[in-house]
């Protein structure tokens, strides 16, 4: 199974006034590594719209808040397919501590593949066949 | 069952580059919300927090998109309890738009009493009494 | 001198470690009231950008802090232009305290007029007509 | 003169409905890198407030913006001193493009040392002398 791994540092301005992570901030890093997991898997997502008109766009999330992250603190965020269906892809999203790999957070992205050329109007459409061959081989290998 | 509406019009920072919202810029709406209905109720949380050192924390958050949300719509917030226990409440949050009442997102905030009078170590403790019949008062009117 | 006036309660997400604004949030708001302001004007940027292609683009912007914002402090926002030329038109945000009208932050925004209708290359471009003789009215009223 | 670099990529939530970043997002980074800059030198601002009560807040923010941030540009973010004073620092933070070097924002943020040990009221005070020889080096240096 494929995974992409994105480290990064708490800093200021992600935390609240009790000097722990605010938790939408955590829903903004696991969108980008959303884009990177599909980045890494050669299907930039903004190539995938500019070029196809396709976006997989949110039907649902959820997160489980474990841990407080704090100042400074260096984390990494593990990015992989949970389940892929002919027109959604389940992304989860583990965030951890990188000193004691202890589970900060997990969080699940439920992705649709969406026709987005029309900007007014999308609509949800099964994954185009090489695409989903691509996103069923990370989940395969 | 005493119910919150917050309402706010949808602006330019809180799209992405299809001309939708951002899914991250709703927990932080209801997140502003959740902190709203409290003080709706008498229980202000920066004051629960300075003078008896409580704060609501995060377990678990969730929310499901209906509709996108578009540049300078209207809409509005209704926060109500959803479930009360000696420990937590599950706050719910319906995202709605102010002219047609079409839900657009729907979330789910499940939130634990803390105590949080030592910033290094928060941990869980019972809603005291006062808080807990405050907060089942709202559940039952 | 036409001033538009956007009311909002400072919330817990607004806040840094310290318990006070963290400063990318006034941006975040001063952007919004910018929008508000044109809309006042019967300008909505929205509209302007789907049927006419163009928008006001940044070219620099700066803020003065006074005053530190706090967890449910009520703030009001006043927008004006403060100069307008050709190309530009610089908007001036002055963030008060509801209560006691002191000022707490003053930003500037330099925007230019800028053709849109390539996503690909923006270009500056002179203020039509109409748009500029609304604007200028809103500085002469 | 020590500098310090961030890289970092433009991701899908950092972007506004024109595809380029929405310019909060750059005063979000640029007050990371000061922080990450402060740490560089030894100096680390979560550090300095919980041990010695002290932290550097904000007078003055400007940002002037060359070019637009596009979706999965890869940029870097150069910080260093601009000027010290015996109460204040201000610090230049230079956005360039990673491949051609273009600078795409430069911002500026004006610092001013301050007593925080009492959370309801700040005060400017004399930048410590053993923090004010660390800052002069890397000035100098």
Partial sequence: MVQNVIERTIVWGDLDALGIVFYPRYSEWIDACGHHF????G????????????QFGLLETSCRYHQSGRYFQ???????????TEKTVYLSHRIYDRE????????????????????KRFRGLE?????????QQAVNS
Avoid: H
């Fill in 38 to 41: 599909f980045d890494k898997l």
């Fill in 43 to 54: 299907l930039n997502l903004g190539q995938l719209w500019s070029e196809r008109g396709i």
């Fill in 74 to 84: 260096r984390i990494k965020i593990v990015t992989a397919i949970e389940t892929l």
């Fill in 100 to 119: 004691d790999e202890i589970l900060m957070v997990d969080g699940l992205e439920k992705r649709i593949c969406m026709d987005v050329s029309d900007s």
């Fill in 127 to 135: 994954i185009p066949t090489d695409v989903y061959s691509i996103l």
